[in-house]
């Protein structure tokens, strides 16, 4: 749970401690902050990527994507361009800048990553993303969803791309 504190005292902090944050439905983000507490400026996550469970290629429309990698390489679409990032590197994807990401070289261990997303809204739009359930109809009911939250999928994940999956 996110230690949130507000009000005169603390000047509007906001503090999660080590092990602290919200988790939305479905994601593999711990969130530290979120758009809620940071009058919607940010959201700031940490993010623990499995093997092969990438998000789709999309874009958003107005947030700027930004990820450094503490642990782990991570395969990065952005464009028709593929690359890997690793421990120490760093990108910012502007709005409207199609990509996606995933965990293809780092056998059964996870990837880790801090993830920016500025303005915030990642956490809200996961959260009403998760009760679409699985199956096709309910993927093309989140991604309706992601719409409205300004995220369009464009294409498949990476490693579909790749013909990895």
């Given at each position: 749970m996110t230690a949130a504190t507000k009000g005169p005292g603390a000047l509007g902090c906001v503090v999660a401690r080590h092990g602290q944050g919200r988790s939305a439905k479905g994601s593999p983000h711990l969130f530290k902050a979120t758009a809620s507490e940071t009058s919607g400026r940010f959201d700031f996550?940490?993010?623990?990527?499995?093997?092969?469970?990438?998000?789709?290629?999309?874009?958003?429309?107005?947030?700027?994507?930004?990820?450094?990698?503490?642990?782990?390489?991570?395969?990065?679409?952005?464009?028709?361009?593929?690359?890997?990032?690793?421990?120490?590197?760093?990108?910012?994807?502007?709005?409207?800048?199609?990509?996606t990401f995933d965990n293809l070289h780092n056998g059964n261990a996870h990837v880790t990553a801090i993830n920016l997303m500025t303005p915030g809204g990642l956490f809200e739009m996961f959260d009403a993303m998760a009760g679409a359930g699985p199956g096709?109809?309910?993927?093309?009911?989140?991604?309706?969803?992601?719409?409205?939250?300004?995220?369009?999928?464009?294409?498949?994940?990476?490693?579909?791309?790749?013909?990895?999956?």
């Amino acid at each position: 749970m996110t230690a949130a504190t507000k009000g005169p005292g603390a000047l509007g902090c906001v503090v999660a401690r080590h092990g602290q944050g919200r988790s939305a439905k479905g994601s593999p983000h711990l969130f530290k902050a979120t758009a809620s507490e940071t009058s919607g400026r940010f959201d700031f996550m940490t993010g623990a990527f499995a093997p092969l469970t990438g998000p789709p290629l999309h874009l958003h429309r107005e947030q700027h994507d930004t990820f450094y990698i503490l642990d782990g390489l991570l395969t990065l679409q952005v464009g028709d361009e593929v690359f890997d990032v690793g421990p120490g590197d760093f990108i910012s994807i502007p709005p409207g800048v199609a990509h996606t990401f995933d965990n293809l070289h780092n056998g059964n261990a996870h990837v880790t990553a801090i993830n920016l997303m500025t303005p915030g809204g990642l956490f809200e739009m996961f959260d009403a993303m998760a009760g679409a359930g699985p199956g096709r109809e309910q993927r093309d009911a989140a991604w309706r969803v992601a719409e409205a939250y300004g995220t369009a999928i464009v294409g498949p994940p990476l490693r579909v791309r790749l013909g990895l999956e």
